[in-house]
């Protein structure tokens, strides 16, 4: 009977030291792969953390190419290792028959378009749009119905002159009709929504002249690219701002 009894308590102790075995087993597996998915999220997380500071530095980078285009017209732009480099490819914008700047103009902001081309030195060119198109639609580019406030810029003579109309949009987004441009050698139309924020859009019969340049930089640093795009529009001279500002008839000498 001890004999039985002793068999007995043996094969309850190594009963109990296999559990416990397994018990550390399994505690050990589990720590280890604790372990191993903190590290892997370490690691994510760092990589994470280096990419998006890469990004950075390629954007920036594509930032100083677009400033060294302003300042030398190079399309190239070199840096150090830290600032790295850029490519920029430049093209006109506005050349089509069709001009919209997808920009959302807020109620009483104000978007211009050139009717007229700009020559190389940046001055006011003499090819008129209105010279051969003397009308030109004006929409919405969501189709939404509201009032315009219209400032058309003619050439009369010598004389830069600004002449205004409320108009509101017909169930289409546009305006009923099209927008007469027989005053004057047509210049400039600015567009200010009343009461509404729009995607201003102009149409016409031809293509309109050139509204500046589309510039895009992809900047590079250590194989990492970002590429920065913006539209650099030719700006209004400060004797038609005057026009602008104070309406009436502003001469060019």
């Known amino acids: 009977m001890s004999v039985i009894k002793t068999k007995m308590k043996q094969d ?10 397994l018990m550390v087993l399994l505690a050990s597996a589990l720590i280890l792969t604790l372990g191993l998915s903190a590290s892997r999220q370490a690691t ?31 399309t190239k732009y070199t840096g150090d290792d830290i600032q790295g480099s850029a490519n920029l490819s430049v093209k006109s914008f506005g050349d089509s ?6 920009n959302v103009t807020l109620p009483g902001g104000t978007e211009y378009f050139w009717l007229v081309d700009r020559t190389i030195t940046g001055t006011l060119g003499t090819n008129y749009y209105s010279t051969n198109n003397p009308s030109i639609s004006i929409c919405d580019q969501d189709k939404k119905t509201g009032t315009y406030k219209i400032s058309y810029f003619y050439l009369s003579g010598t004389t830069y002159t600004r002449t205004n ?30 009461g509404f924020a ?26 990492v690219n970002n590429t920065v795009t913006i539209l650099n529009r030719y700006e209004i001279p400060t004797f038609m701002l005057e026009a602008i500002t104070s309406g009436g008839k502003v001469t060019n000498k």
């Open 97 to 102: 028959r069709k001009i919209s700047f997808n």
């Open 12 to 21: 309850k102790y190594l009963n109990q030291r296999g559990q416990v075995v």
């Open 44 to 74: 994510v997380e760092t990589k994470i953390d280096t990419d998006q500071e890469m990004l950075k530095k390629a954007f920036n980078a594509a930032e100083s190419g677009i400033e060294h285009y302003f300042g030398t017209g190079s």
């Open 165 to 194: 109309q409320t108009l509101t949009t017909d169930s289409t987004g546009c305006i009923a009709g099209n927008f007469n441009l027989s005053a004057g050698r047509s210049l400039l139309l600015t567009v200010t929504p009343i």
């Open 198 to 223: 729009s995607k201003v859009q102009l149409g016409g019969s031809t293509n309109f002249p050139i509204q500046g340049e589309e510039i895009s930089s992809t900047g590079m640093v250590s194989g």
